[in-house]
């Protein structure tokens, strides 16, 4: 009899901090393209569960100590399975359960670091996400912030940073949101970091996500069945807004299809031309 094959990716599992400020459909919606994009990751949304201590923590609206949160990881996993064992026994669900978490919060961290791994957790604080960061987006961000942590996830010689010169790499040492932006814009993996994934067995997951951070795949916003376009109508433009939600302004520009969108941008300048013009010709009469 013929095996049937076995698919065993490496399962990740997300919790988004509950918050106001960010869009969590489109965040959401980006996460789980992922699941289509590469064979070595299976990512999975799950519940956020208010009573956990650590989930508490990085949910406040306060500065916390990046420690404070280290030593409560023992203690989450052990009590964030058992919340989701409820689950899967009140519904008779599977135990499908992650090899690794990661938790999207919006937390300040004391120390002003955006990240914190320990064991098979890691921590993602974006509370010092300001606007003018953008580009990339905030969404841009965290996608490429969870691929740098799936990879320590998997590849033992890169679960620490490595290299402190900002080269522009998923796996850059980079102890602020500012200097991170440089992985997310130039989406490289170095040759130092390639060599460590190709001798530790991961020349796939190299090649999928140097794909991935090409970002080719995200396509363009006026084609509703790219991601981007989805991304539109989910209310996020991957073009266009800058912080966690759209300005009035960035809705107006969003709702403008590109070719409208230019025009709208020629009939301005005309007008400033003839202005301009009129002006001149007045004073040059006199
Ligand atoms: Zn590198």
């Given at each position: 009899m013929e095996e049937s094959p076995k698919y065993e990716r490496r399962k990740i599992g997300i919790v988004i901090c509950e918050s106001e400020n960010v869009n969590v459909e489109a965040l959401k919606y980006f996460i789980l393209t992922l699941n289509k994009l590469q064979t070595i990751f299976e990512y999975q949304l799950l519940p956020y569960d208010r009573k956990n201590r650590m989930l508490q923590i990085l949910s406040s609206e306060n500065v916390r100590d990046r420690e404070e949160v280290r030593s409560l990881v023992g203690g989450f996993v052990i009590d964030f399975r058992e919340y989701l064992n409820k689950h899967n026994d009140e519904f008779g669900l599977?135990?499908?359960?992650?090899?690794h978490y990661v938790i999207i919060s919006f937390v300040k961290f004391h120390d002003e670091y955006y990240s914190m791994r320990k064991n098979n957790i890691s921590v993602i604080g974006l509370?010092?996400?300001?606007?003018?960061?953008?580009?990339?987006t905030v969404l841009e961000f965290i996608l490429t912030l969870i691929m740098r942590e799936s990879i320590a996830s998997i590849c033992n010689p890169l679960k620490k940073s490595v290299?402190?010169?900002?080269?522009?790499?998923?796996c850059d040492f980079t102890n602020d949101l500012g200097e991170a932006r440089y992985k997310v814009l130039i989406g490289y993996i170095c040759d130092h970091c390639k060599n460590e994934l190709v001798k530790d067995g991961h020349t796939n997951l190299l090649h999928e996500f140097e794909k991935l951070l090409s970002k080719e795949w995200m396509g363009k916003r006026d084609d509703p069945s790219s991601p981007a376009g989805i991304i539109k109508n989910l209310?996020?433009?991957?073009?266009?807004?800058?912080?966690?939600q759209k300005t009035a302004y960035e809705k107006f520009i969003d709702k403008l299809p590109e070719e409208a969108a230019k025009t709208f941008a020629t009939i301005i300048l005309t007008a400033i031309f003839t202005a301009v013009t009129t002006y001149f010709g007045i004073k040059l009469a006199k």
């Open positions: 599977i135990d499908d359960f992650p090899d509370g010092y996400w300001e606007r003018e960061m953008a580009p990339p290299h402190l010169g900002t080269k522009g790499c998923l209310g996020f433009d991957l073009f266009c807004t800058k912080g966690f």
